[in-house]
């Protein structure tokens, strides 16, 4: 049996957030904790990951101050990103030894828990070449994202994980070019929709898809 940890922290400034998972990490490396799932949303703030490039942010660092968003140079895959309210993060601390050491495998495996979450609200999202992440391609506007994805291997034991956008403040990417794509849309669940989805019934579907796509033996139960 295989089990899975899901735990909802609600609201985490990104450093704080950050700093747990490295102690999780040693934890998981040792066997101390179990495969975990990290629920939770972040104050404002903009992350740079491995591959992130300072020309992809379109305003200094005194508006970032002046409109209370932290800059912050992350250890994740990829490049730019903002996290805020109405945005899920899920990081997902895993130990993919002995038989998971599969890095494209994982990263399929967080698209497809986010793709299969909205599709509970029917809608289609899909994959995009040389894009990571999850993103929704039908109507006049085209290509827009509306999942991030951005991990980090230590040992074979996985960190950081995806960012759902439930319902942000859309104009918030509007001070980045998001994951340093030019002429891409960012949505939300919200925007496609029409209607407020609430963010914890969102956090119980990501749950559920994500131990069935990770194969879990039990879904963790809604709470």
């Not at 130990?95 to 986010?114: A, I, M, N």
């Not at 980090?152 to 104009?171: E, K, Q, Y």
Request: net charge negative.
């Amino acid at each position: 049996m295989r089990p899975l940890d899901v735990r909802r922290l609600g609201r985490v400034p990104y450093q704080q957030a950050w700093d747990l998972q490295k102690d999780l990490v040693e934890q998981r490396f040792v066997g101390d904790i179990p495969d975990t799932l990290l629920l939770l949303e972040h104050d404002p703030v903009i992350t740079l990951g491995s591959a992130g490039k300072r020309d992809s942010l379109l305003v200094d660092d005194t508006t970032l101050a002046a409109r209370g968003i932290d800059l912050v140079h992350s250890d994740r895959g990829g490049d730019i990103t903002w996290h805020g309210p109405g945005q899920i993060i899920g990081y997902a601390i895993l130990d993919l030894r002995p038989d998971r050491k599969d890095v494209r495998r994982f990263v399929g495996g967080l698209e497809e828990t986010v793709i299969r979450t909205c599709g509970h609200y029917g809608l289609h999202p899909d994959r995009l070449a040389g894009a990571p992440g999850v993103w929704l391609h039908d109507g006049p506007r085209g290509d827009r994202k509306i999942a991030a994805i951005g991990a980090r291997f230590s040992r074979w034991i996985s960190r950081h994980g995806f960012a759902l956008n439930v319902n942000p403040n859309l104009a918030a990417f509007g001070l980045i070019v998001p994951c340093g794509l030019h002429g891409k849309g960012v949505t939300s669940l919200e925007a496609e929709l029409g209607h407020p989805v609430p963010i914890g019934e969102v956090m119980d579907h990501l749950a559920t898809q994500f131990a069935q796509v990770f194969e879990y033996d039990h879904p963790p139960p809604h709470g």
